[in-house]
C-alpha cells in the first residue's frame, strides 16, 4: 500500500511517505520554504499545507498522487470541539477545525489527480504514538506521547503490541505539561512552541529554588495522568524580551520547571510501567525533545530501553500517520531505516551547482580525510553529505564540524551561528568508542539523551562539555553511517580524538540547509573555513585568493 502522511494543523507541516510500510521518504515544508517551523500554530494558518515536502515525497518515490491507496492527515476535526455559531469563540479554535475538516479538498489542490476520499483522519496523538511504536525497532513496547496539545489531549500513554495499539491514558486538555513549557519560553522572552530547547539549556545554569512551589502546581493523578494549574511566572521572575537579560532567578525558574517536568516524567512512566509490564518504552511529542528529560526516565525510570522518535514534534506525525493507517491497511510496518529520509543530489548535480556558481573546488581522493584534515588543523567545517535529516537535529548529512578540543570552539560556532552562548554544542563519536568517554544511553544514534562526560576525558573535549558536565551525543555506527565514521577514524588518527563537535548547519532563525544552493548560501555568508559538499571540497583560503589576488 501507498500510503502519504501529513502534518499541517499546527505547525512543522511534514509529509511522509510509506510504501507496502516501508518508509521511503519524510521531509519538513521548512527545508523547502525556507521558513523556520514552516509557519506559526495559529488557526488561521492551519489549513496551508506541506505542498512541497509532499510533491517531494511523491516525486522520490516516482508515484504521482493518483497511485496512492491512502493519504493520513495527523488530526482528527471529529475529536475536537465542535465549532459553536461564534467561529471567534476560545482564540478562533472553530477556525482550526473547520479548516481541518477541508483538508481533503485542500490536498486534492495541493496535489493534483489525488482522490479526496482517500485522506483519512488519524487522531494526532495516536499519530505521535505510532511514529514512536511503530518506527522503532520493538515488537511491541509501552508508548508515551507528551506535547502542547492535539485536538483535546494533551498525553496519551499506551501499549502498541505490534497488532494494534491500546490507549490506557488520554490526558485532556487544558492540562499540559507541553503548554506549561511554552508558557515558560515565551516569559523568558523567546518563541514560543520553538525555542524550547533554549529553556532546557538555561536550566543548567540554574538550581530548582521553586520545586516546592511547582510540585503543588503541577500534580500527578492516580489515573496515570496529571493536573496543571496556570502559573503566574512573573512572582519569580521579571518577564523577558528578546532572549536576553536573563538572571539567577530566571535560570532557577527554568532549572525549577525543568526538574518538575522530569519528576512528573518519571511517576508517569512508573504508572505505565506497572500497568503494561512492558520493558521497553517509545516516546514521541514535542516534550520528548526534552533530551535532559529523556536521560532522567532512562536512568531512574522503570523501563530497560527507551527509544524516541527523532522528529519528535508534530511533524513527525505525518509519519506516524502514514504508519498507523499501512497497519490499518494489513501492512506489516518496518521501523523506520534511519535520519536520513530527506532530499540529495547525485555528484554531477553537486558539481553543476559548483560550476553554475563559478567557485573553485578540488575534488580529493577521500572527502572524508581531507575534512579530517581542515578539522585538525582548527578549521570550521560546513559537512553536506547524502540524504537530509528528519527531525531538528543534524546527524551528519547537514553538518557544522569543529575540532572538540578547543574550548573557544564553542563561542566560535554560537558566533558564527549568530545565536545565544549559553546554548551548548554537541559532539559525536565513534559508538564502539561511545562507553569509553560517555556515560548513558547507548547507541544514542539520534542525539536525544545527554550523556556525563567522564572525568577523565573532559579535558581533551572542552568545546562539547556543558556547564552542568554533560554533553549530547550522537553515536556513529561504521555500518549505519560510514562516510562520518570515516570522518572521525581520520580525525583521530591524526589527533587522537574520536570526536567531533557537531551542530546544525545553519544560521540563527533560519531552517537547517537542505539543498546545494542552501549549502553554497550558508558557506558565502558565514565564516566556515570549508564546505565539503558530496566529495568536493571549497576552501575559504581558496575563495579569498581568488577574491583578493595578490
Ligand atoms: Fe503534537
Known sequence: MRVLGINAVFHDPA????????????????????????KRPVPFAAWELPERAATWCLEAA????????????????????????????????????????RAPLFLRSALPGLNPELVRFVAHHVAHAASAALASPYDSCAVMVLDGRGESASYLAG??????LEVLTLQPLPHSLGLLYESLTEHLGFLRSSDEYKVMALASYGSPAFLEELRRRIRVTPEGGFETTPVDWARYAPSLRGGGGWTREHADLAASVQRRLEEVILDLAYWLHERTGERRLALAGGVALNCVANSRLWRQGPFEEVWVQPAAGDAGTALGAAMHV??????????????????????EELEEALRRARLPY??????????????ADDGIVAWFQGRSEWGPRALGHRSLLAHPGRRANLERLNDIKGREQFRPVAPMVLLERAKEIFDGPLPSPYMLFTHRVRKDWAQHIPAVVHVDGTARIQTVAPDEEPLVARLLEAFERRTG??????????????PMVDSPRDALECFGSAPVDALALGPFLLRRAALADRCNPA
Open 15 to 38: 509529509a511522509a511517505l510509506v510504501v507496502d510500510g516501508e518508509t521511503v521518504a519524510a521531509a519538513e515544508e521548512e527545508r523547502f520554504s525556507r521558513r523556520k517551523h514552516g
Open 362 to 375: 578540488e575534488r580529493p581522493q577521500d572527502i572524508a580525510e581531507a575534512a579530517a584534515g581542515v578539522l
Open 497 to 510: 580524538l574520536p570526536v567531533v563537535v557537531n551542530t546544525s548547519l545553519n544560521t540563527a532563525g533560519r
Open 159 to 164: 501499549r502498541d503490541t505490534g497488532e494494534r
Open 62 to 101: 516516482g508515484l504521482s498522487p493518483e497511485e496512492l491507496d491512502a493519504v493520513a492527515y495527523a488530526y482528527d476535526p471529529d475529536l475536537a470541539p465542535a465549532p459553536g455559531p461564534d467561529i471567534t469563540a476560545g482564540g478562533w479554535e472553530g477556525l482550526r477545525t473547520l479548516y481541518a475538516r
Open 326 to 347: 499501512s497497519r490499518e491497511l494489513g501492512d506489516q510496518v518496518k521501523p523506520m531505516p534511519g535520519a536520513d529520509l530527506g532530499r540529495s543530489w547525485t555528484d
